[in-house]
């Protein structure tokens, strides 16, 4: 173990150190300070004699003369074992409760390795999550990652937490996990997360990396990665099914923000670093269904855009990588609706493996399509009301003024508690589209409407029974 | 060429600096003692500065460097198709076994082409015979659907030669040339940097037919033309290059995907295998090689994976065929020349991007091209470019997109809020052009009909005219304008939901054929001719949009038998005739 105490420059989460040898890139550090404080760091950049170590933590009270570092001969590892199922640690992999140490089964290199896409399984297992804007209209599955696009003050926390509580694969009992990783957020949101996950007993089968946003900001660099570590290993190596909540990514961004800023890198756009987009991918990427695994990983990172700005380098990088994205939506969170998603600009890219007979209905890509098609058709038409008034418009588009009104009061909101199955989503659907002219109902076949659209003059009761 | 041994002095992410004396850039290095891949792109003094295409966690200082005094080459001979490679043209298949894993492993050495297979080689040229570089020597039937031609790579007299079963590495021949003999193998190296000589290049008169109906009827790409598809993320990119993949008319494709989604190339990698070519029944797969480079592995082999792929592309043309190459996307390519540039700090151009951002997009889609290839035998082949790009926040004005929108020929343009409306192929056809219009006129008239082009441009005014209608339509209401707009706004409707959309995962409409598209368009156009005339002689639109035949219309994307259009254009007359009474 080599030690040094030549550091020569200490500025923001960064420190140099001169006349080192034998270190390698990436290597973790432990830092001793004069006060006998220790604290742990990760070499970024070394050659000729320097080495320039990243802090996980507060550089203050570290010194040129009297500190001590030393090189560990390794690279950042988590050790991992099924023990952590219930536990919370901190964002360096600390224990946070007062439990004892876990001992671990192995020990892995947190930055992970890339999956061979050869060795991919295609993601193709509903999953229900009892939200009827998300399972009818931007359907999630295994070994997926979807973020939410959210906005400061919305409710996504409540919604990332009502998806880790209702979501399941239909007819199928299944050692499930859920891995946590909060970044940078507050004490009082942390507290909600874990009230919420003891009382519904979620926390037996969760692990907790809390990051909280008086932490150190350079420690949240660690942070996914440590839950994603985790994840692989219960997924792939014990075969669980793991849901993995990311919250929230755009402190993550600003600390890779703060971080590149400290080293002097040229900046990409608005400051952020030109690598973000790999970076991100680094972390995104570790999701899916791979062969000769039951298990999986499914991702659904939360991001606050700011300003509601879906082009921000943020989130514009996020949606590059992942597989579409959940948008909330300031409009509907105004008018009292929850969860204020708005279907429109929401996507999963991989509805389409996910649904259909056998997996969740017949009719469920025709009901999706039309009611997508029709809301957005509705929601045009509410502007040009607004400026025409609704008398002139057409008898036909006063129904999809209609259509559009009673998609949000009945299709997107439901409770917090409203665990819907897919069936009671696509009926709900069906009794919105009976509101239309049939031969408008150009995008689900014939047979369907047939089998499964109430006859107008009903319309506006209460929802039919879900179909056999 | 003598092994350069040297060592390393600095480790910066995936940018190494290494003593090493008398390197040449570009020559391709080993690493470490994990023996990473890597590139010189960088000489100073003594130093080297190496682009690592693997993780270089865990390396220091003073570990070893050895060039191997190559530059960067594809293994090119008979098994790249069907091939799933990485950015250097690793199989993934091998990484796999490898890596005994699905992760994998750093420092994996696996040949691109299987060095144990045996192909049944067929020489065609005798003892004797004289060749040129980039002639045919013999043939192996490669897949069902392909012959692999094997090439000379030197010019010379034949002074040996043998059919039956070779290795690619075998001798199957030599051939000498001033006194010096070269042997013959099924398998040669190129330089991905360097483009493959040809001896013309010329102006592309055919048409690519993609099956899909706006590229076709409105934007079609030249066979051996180049084309972007910019958009956001949403917009069905991925999808559109897919779909171009899957149905064009092209005998060989070669897809990159630069810096994507892992599960959209599983996706790829699944589905071409099912995928039947309709014309011969065969998988698509044995047209098709494959370089899947994700976002999330190393930035360098991101890098380089295009030029990996454009040669493999260069080297089917080479043969004489007609080559298509995707690259998904090309945006991903432009941040790794970024983030590599950063890294050896370099004095950025717009954005970040290096300053020679625009020379490289410009080679690249230079070397596209419909050529006469090298040969003594006159033999034609093309390759047409197909580049994805993913603009920031969907907004073009970017250095990758407008350096990209300066060296192509066909824009097609994606537009999130017509897939907001699940309008797909979300193609917007105001902002959407092609120069290649002129070029293919004469092919679309011989092959498909003389007044394709007069009905082309017709529809395309009258999309025009419903974009400034809808401006009105958004102040006063429809209703406030007269009978003959609302008509066109009716049968702009038709155009767009009819027959611009088209739906990617119907059996019958995945892939349209031009003749259907022509008859497709002009029972559209044929009926907004009967609206026209029928509003003249007064009768109330309320009435033409009653006509059971509308439905027909909408319905026509599902026709398989082009006679029952016959049947269409009849009832659209008597329809009309009874109006009119």
Request: some cysteine; hydrophobic content about 35%; glycine content about 8%.
């Amino acid at each position: 173990m080599k030690e040094y105490k030549t550091i020569t420059e200490i500025a923001g989460p960064l420190v140099t150190v001169s006349d080192v040898s034998g270190v390698g890139y990436n290597e973790i550090v432990e830092i001793m300070l004069p006060s006998g404080e220790r604290r742990k760091g990760q070499v970024l950049d070394v050659g000729r004699g320097i080495a320039v170590v990243q802090v996980f933590g507060p550089t203050s009270g570290i010194s040129t003369s009297q500190t001590t570092v030393k090189f560990l001969g390794e690279t950042m590892r988590l050790g991992l074992s099924t023990e952590m199922l219930g536990r919370a640690f901190t964002g360096l992999g600390e224990p946070r409760d007062k439990g004892p140490r876990v001992i671990p089964k192995e020990k892995v290199d947190i930055n992970g390795l890339p999956i061979n896409p050869y060795s991919r399984e295609m993601p193709n297992e509903f999953i229900q999550t009892g939200i009827s804007n998300i399972d009818g209209m931007n359907t999630l599955v295994r070994g997926q990652k979807l973020p939410i696009f959210s906005g400061a003050g919305l409710p996504h926390n409540q919604l990332s937490v009502q998806i880790a509580r209702q979501a399941k694969v239909r007819g199928k009992e299944e050692k499930f996990a859920v891995v946590f990783a909060a970044i940078g957020i507050t004490h009082e949101e942390s507290s909600f997360f874990m009230r919420d996950f003891e009382k519904t007993g979620a926390l037996e089968n969760a692990v907790l990396f809390l990051n909280l946003a008086d932490d150190p900001s350079v420690e949240r660099i660690i942070t996914p990665r440590l839950a994603l570590t985790t994840a692989e290993y219960l997924a792939y190596e014990q075969g669980m099914h793991v849901l993995v909540l990311i919250t929230d990514m755009t402190n993550y961004c600003e600390a890779l923000r703060e971080i590149s800023s400290a080293r002097q890198e040229v900046p990409g756009r608005r400051g952020y670093p030109g690598y973000m987009y790999t970076d991100l991918s680094t972390i995104y990427e570790r999701a899916g269904r791979v062969k000769g695994s039951q298990g999986s990983v499914t991702q659904i990172p939360v991001l606050t855009m700011p300003g509601d700005d879906k082009t921000h380098p943020i989130a514009d990088l996020t949606g590059y990588i992942t597989e579409g994205q959940i948008l909330l939506s300031r409009d509907l969170h105004r008018k009292n609706i929850y969860p204020p998603i708005d279907p429109l600009p929401s996507l999963s890219r991989l509805m389409n493996s996910g649904i259909g007979p056998g997996k969740t209905r017949e009719d469920h890509k025709g009901v999706s399509d039309q009611l997508y098609a029709a809301y957005a058709n509705g929601r045009d038409l509410r502007s040009l009301s607004a400026v025409v008034g609704e008398e002139a418009l057409t008898p036909s588009d006063r129904k999809f003024l209609r259509f559009a009104d009673d998609f949000e009061k009945k299709f997107t909101q439901q409770g917090y508690y409203e665990n819907r199955d897919i069936e009671t989503t696509l009926s709900i659907g069906w009794d919105l589209m009976s509101i239309l002219p049939e031969d408008e109902l150009k995008r689900v076949k014939r047979e369907y409407i047939a089998k499964y659209l109430k006859k107008p003059g009903k319309e506006g009761e209460k929802p039919a029974e879900a179909k056999k | 060429m003598a092994k350069e041994q040297g060592r390393i002095e600095r480790i910066s992410g995936p940018v190494v600096e290494a003593f090493l004396p008398d390197a040449r850039l570009y020559d391709v290095v080993r690493v470490g003692d994990a023996g990473l891949l890597g590139e010189i792109i960088k000489i100073v003094g003594t130093t080297s500065v190496v682009q690592v295409y693997e993780d270089t966690s865990g390396l220091k200082p003073g570990e070893k460097v050895v060039s191997t005094g190559q530059p960067l080459s594809v293994e090119l001979g008979p098994g790249i198709l069907t091939g799933i490679y990485d950015g250097i043209q690793r199989p993934l298949k091998v990484i796999e076994e490898k890596s005994k894993g699905v992760f994998i492993a750093r420092g994996i050495e696996a040949p691109a082409l299987d060095r144990k297979k045996k192909w049944a080689f067929k020489a065609t040229v005798k003892k004797g015979d004289k060749v040129k570089a980039g002639d045919i020597v013999g043939t192996v039937k490669e897949t069902e659907l392909i012959e692999h031609r094997i090439m000379s790579p030197y010019d010379g007299k034949v002074d040996a030669i043998k059919s039956g079963d070779f290795t690619v590495e075998d001798e199957v021949g030599s051939v000498s040339h001033e006194g010096k003999k070269y042997p013959l193998m099924l398998m040669q190296r190129w330089n991905v940097r360097k483009s493959r000589p040809v001896i013309e290049k010329f102006p592309p008169t055919v048409p690519l037919v993609t099956g899909q109906r706006i590229i076709d009827t409105f934007f079609p790409i030249a066979k051996g033309g180049t084309a972007c598809i910019p958009g956001p993320f949403g917009s069905g990119k991925t999808v559109t290059q897919q779909s171009l993949a899957k149905y064009s008319d092209t005998q060989i494709v070669v897809y990159i995907g630069c810096g994507e989604r892992g599960n959209e190339m599983t996706d790829v990698l699944k589905e071409f295998p099912h995928l039947i070519d309709p014309k011969s029944g065969r998988p698509l797969m044995e047209r098709t090689v494959l370089i899947a480079n994700t976002s999330n592995m190393p930035v360098a082999a991101r890098e380089a994976s295009v030029y990996t792929g454009v040669t493999i592309a260069e080297y089917f043309r080479d043969m004489g065929y007609d080559v298509a190459l995707m690259a998904d996307s090309t945006s991903r390519w432009a941040e790794a020349m970024r983030e590599i540039g950063g890294r050896l700090e370099e004095m950025p151009g717009e954005e970040g991007y290096p300053a020679y951002l625009a020379r490289r997009l410009a080679e690249f889609y230079e070397r596209a091209g419909r050529v006469r290839c090298l040969a003594t035998d006159e033999r034609y082949g093309s390759v047409t470019i197909i580049g994805a790009v993913s603009p920031p926040g969907g907004d073009i004005s970017e250095p990758v997109s407008q350096n990209t929108l300066r060296v192509t020929k066909v824009f097609l343009a994606l537009d999130a809020s017509l897939a907001y409306r699940r309008h797909f192929p979300a193609i917007n056809w105001l902002k959407s052009y092609t120069l290649y219009t002129d070029s293919l006129e004469e092919w679309f008239g011989e092959n498909v009909s003389t007044d394709f082009g007069k009905l082309t441009k017709a529809a395309m005014s009258m999309l025009q005219k419903e974009a400034e209608l809808q401006e009105v339509v958004q102040l006063v209401g429809p209703d406030a304008l007269p009978e003959k707009e609302q008509a066109v706004l009716m049968v702009t409707r038709m155009l767009r939901e009819d027959y611009l959309q088209q739906n990617a995962y119907s059996d019958v409409d995945a892939r349209c054929e031009v003749k259907k598209q022509y008859l497709m368009l002009r029972a559209i156009m044929k009926f907004w001719e009967h609206v026209s005339n029928a509003l003249d002689t007064g009768v109330q639109l309320k009435k033409i949009s009653e006509l059971p035949v509308r439905t027909k219309i909408g319905r026509m994307k599902e026709i398989k038998d082009l006679k029952e259009f016959d049947a269409i254009n009849k009832e659209m007359d008597m329809g009309f005739e009874a109006v009119r009474k």
